[in-house]
């Protein structure tokens, strides 16, 4: 039991040094679906599914769609499901959606709405890493 929460101390931690590889600016809609590898940041809006390893939704970014990520960090707006290892649900953040994670923190003031399942194990979320490199989208400035 201390192990497991020892290798989610390094992920999370290991994670927070990661350089962020991709943003998504706050002028920025894009529609689709989002793959990606490494850290990504999100200031704009998404309207489609995302899977990749760390992600970032800012307090200004909005998400409908559901989310399959290694760790999410959650300031913004989430319309959909979310299935990541660690899960960080920050004051400003609105989830309205099922959760499933192996780690969830939230802060006072954090506006959860929808079911949280804690998994019993760990969850295997990028079953292809070479598939994770393609980004499919419509990009438009709004």
Known sequence: MFNKKNSFDQDSKKAEKEAISSIIDTKMVM?????????????GTI???????HLILSEGGKITGDVQVSTFVCHGTLEGNIKSSILTARKTCQI???????NLNVEP???LDGEI?????????ISDKSSSTAIKSQTANG
């Not at 529609?31 to 200031?43: M, N, Q, S, T, Y």
């Not at 309207?47 to 390893?53: H, L, T, V, W």
């Not at 399942?117 to 979320?125: E, G, R, S």
């Open 31 to 43: 529609k689709g679906e989002l793959l990606f590898e490494g850290k990504a940041r999100i200031d």
């Open 96 to 102: 309205h959606g099922r959760i499933e994670s192996n």
């Open 117 to 125: 399942k804690v998994a019993a194990q760990d969850l295997h979320l």
């Open 47 to 53: 309207e489609g599914n995302i899977k990749g390893e």
């Open 109 to 111: 003031g954090a506006k």
